[in-house]
């Protein structure tokens, strides 16, 4: 049994009145929760109890399923027991009908009576129940019944009046019969729809089974994917702060593509231009290789040519060196002939006016080697009366006269420089008087062409370097500065030097300085500047002769060492440039001082006379010791050490004394040289210059 929804659930509801029972069982089918109209339309009241019960369902379904007939049963047994009911005051209502309840005597008692008398609104007022009427109250008892009657006649108009609403509710009776049988109808297909439905319920069931499952797998999914989602999250988060740093760097590349873009543009227009200038330099690069093809076969003769040609320079290479070796052996060939030891002689021009005062004494030049100097006074001879003649006759291997230049001067010096290039040792002396010129050779004056002799020996030491670094040689230069004044070394490099600077003689390095500065040099213009520096540094005092003379000797040493790695030569060689002291004898000296320093420096130019000397006879003993200046000139005096002396010579009458001692002390040394190597003249070498 489908069920039908229960009038009781229902709402009343205005909108349903009049509509068809059909209609509203239809909307109730398809879901709506309406009632039936006709269950809520206001039901006639055909007794009390029968007006409550239409309101119920149930009643009404009874009603419904009961045949008419019944109806008109229940119509008269209602009518018959109202009446019967008028006539039983002890119970009102006695219902036929299982719905209606019967209302027992026990239950009404004394109030049956009071209600009677009642009106309740459905009919007549009742009359009054008093107490028992006695019998013998006739008008009483009369005037109790037709109290009676006239309730009676009252309740028999209100008996019609509801015979006549039964009328009507049979009439609606009949109405809801028919929409009871549509409702049958209804329900027919509301069963019939319920079953489809319920049908439909069920695979609604199977699917919702199936959609838990599916449910719980999308749980399931779902619990994944929030994991997942986590992880993705924090990559997420790595992602975003990657991706800021890549915003950034975007940025960044935007702004490089942007300069780029330009840069292209830019590149693209040069790009043009390269692609026109590189079609025509295509065009002549064809033009080149026609003519490279041919270059190239010239090339391949020329390459035979050059290695025809290396090999020939290779070969000079080894002949040069050859002949350099067969050079420097001629060359010292030579200067062994000109003598180890030459002896130059220089005579100084007067230079300014009072000195052009002074008389002069008589000088005559015979050739380049001799000279004749005499005094222009003559004086006579206390022993014979007659005139005496103060003259002096000298031949040396060089005679300068006044007007002779430095560089004349420096001619056969640059001999001897090429000498210590070569390996040996030389020695320079400037011999001579104080104010004689000593320092004028040695070291110049202010003009250009003025240059001395160590200034020119420097340059000259340079430029030689320069040609023989070309053939392979590989030369360095050091160079020291020295004084020795009152027998005492000074550093004229370091004059603040208090070190002890003592000299020590080792046969095979030759003489050193203990604690004696020793400057490496790497260039002419460098050597010079110490040159200047130690010239400044050197002691001097004035003398009646000269304002700035020197009363030490200065020594200029330059050490030159010279190698030709691919033939293992190595060449070492000095030069020392010696400005001595001034010669004159301790007479015309003014002081003790002067005196002092003036024995001092003859002693030391007569140990190096006395050494020539030594040297020239071959004793024994060489008396080098016997001075600072021997001693520390040991290896450049004697053996195969070249040494050149130039005497200053001072034109005055007044210094003719100290001339001819000069002269005399330069003879002498001459005669060592001449008497040495006179008997070597045999060899007629031609000489070479650098
Ligand atoms: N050949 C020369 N030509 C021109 N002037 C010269 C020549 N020789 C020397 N003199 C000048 O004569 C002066 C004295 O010369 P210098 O100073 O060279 O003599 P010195 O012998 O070195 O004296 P001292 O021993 O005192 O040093 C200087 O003014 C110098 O310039």
Not at 194 to 222: A, G, P
Not at 450 to 477: H, S
């Amino acid at each position: 049994m489908s069920k039908i929804p229960k009038p009781s659930s229902f709402k009343p509801s205005s909108r349903v009145v009049g509509k068809p029972l059909t209609t509203i069982l239809e909307n109730n089918v398809n879901g709506s929760k309406e009632a039936p109209a006709s269950l809520l339309r206001p039901q006639p009241a055909y007794g009390f109890g029968l007006r409550r019960r239409s309101k119920s369902v149930t009643d009404l379904r009874n009603i419904i399923h009961k045949p008419l007939t019944d109806l008109a049963q229940l119509k008269t047994q209602f009518l018959k027991k109202d009446i019967q009911n008028e006539n039983k005051p002890k119970c009102i209502i006695k219902a036929n009908d299982k719905n209606v309840k019967p209302i027992s005597a026990k239950n009404t008692g004394v109030k049956r009576i009071a209600t009677a008398n009642t009106n309740n609104g459905d009919g007549p007022p009742k009359p009054k129940v008093s107490k028992k009427i006695p019998d013998w109250d006739y008008k009483g008892r009369f005037h109790q019944l037709n109290e009676k009657f006239i309730y009676t006649q009252e309740s028999l108009k209100v008996m019609k009046d509801k015979i006549s609403e039964f009328e009507e509710i049979e009439t609606h009776y009949n109405q809801i019969k028919a929409e009871a049988e549509e409702l049958g109808e209804a329900k027919a297909c509301l069963q019939e729809k319920c079953e489809n439905l319920s049908l439909d319920n069920r695979k609604l069931k199977l699917e919702v089974d199936k959609l838990r499952i599916k449910l719980n797998l999308l749980e399931n999914d779902h619990k994944e994917l929030q994991k997942s989602a986590s992880v993705l999250t924090e990559q997420n988060t790595k992602l975003t702060e990657e991706n800021d740093m890549q915003s950034k760097n975007l940025v960044k590349l935007t702004e490089s593509f942007s300069e780029l873009t330009d840069l292209h543009t830019k590149l693209t227009k040069e790009n043009e231009e390269l692609t026109k200038s590189h079609k025509e330099l295509f065009e002549k690069y064809n033009h080149f290789c026609e003519k490279n093809e041919s270059l190239l076969v010239s090339l391949a003769n020329a390459n035979e040519k050059i290695k025809h040609f290396e090999e020939q320079t290779e070969q000079q290479k080894n002949d040069l060196n050859h002949f350099q070796a067969e050079r420097r052996r001629l060359h010292n060939v030579i200067q062994d002939l000109k003598g180890n030891i030459r002896v130059f002689c220089r005579i100084r021009p007067p230079i300014s006016s009072s000195e052009l005062e002074l008389l002069q004494c008589s000088i005559s030049f015979v050739d380049h080697n001799g000279l004749e100097i005499r005094k222009t006074r003559e004086s006579i001879s206390q022993i014979t009366g007659k005139p005496q003649e103060f003259k002096g006759e000298f031949t040396f291997d060089r005679v300068f006269p006044p007007e002779s230049t430095q560089e004349e001067v420096f001619e056969d010096l640059a001999q001897l420089v090429q000498s210590a290039l070569d390996g040996y040792n030389v020695c320079v002396f400037a011999y001579g008087q104080t104010g004689s010129g000593k320092t004028f050779t040695m070291q110049g004056g202010e003009e250009l062409d003025q240059r001395g002799m160590v200034p020119r020996t420097i340059d000259l030491i340079f430029e030689a370097i320069k040609k023989f670094n070309n053939c392979g040689w590989n030369y360095t230069i050091q160079a020291s500065f020295l004084e020795i004044y009152n027998e005492n070394i000074r550093d004229l490099l370091n004059i603040n030097n208090t070190q002890k600077l003592e000299i020590y003689h080792n046969e095979g390095k030759g003489s050193t300085v203990t604690n004696l500065t020793i400057q490496p040099i790497e260039s002419a213009v460098e050597l010079k500047q110490y040159m200047s520096l130690a010239h400044r540094n050197r002691a001097t005092a004035a003398t009646n002769f000269n304002e700035h003379s020197s009363r030490s000797h200065a020594v200029t040493k330059i050490y030159i060492e010279g190698t030709l790695e691919d033939q293992n030569i190595i060449l070492k060689g000095t030069i020392n440039l010696v400005d001595l002291a001034g010669s004159e004898s301790a007479k015309v000296t003014i002081n003790d001082e002067r005196l002092t320093e003036t024995k001092n420096i003859n002693k030391s130019l007569a140990t190096l006379g006395d050494v020539i000397s030594a040297l020239f006879c071959k004793s024994k003993h060489i008396p080098y010791r016997n001075s600072k200046l021997t001693y520390l000139l040991q290896s450049c005096l004697g053996g195969n050490s070249k040494t050149l002396m130039v005497v200053n010579i001072a034109p005055f009458e007044e210094c003719f004394n100290e001339s001819i001692n000069s002269l005399r002390f330069a003879a002498k040394v001459k005669e060592v040289k001449t008497g040495s190597k006179r008997n070597k003249l045999v060899l007629a070498q031609p000489t070479m210059k650098l």
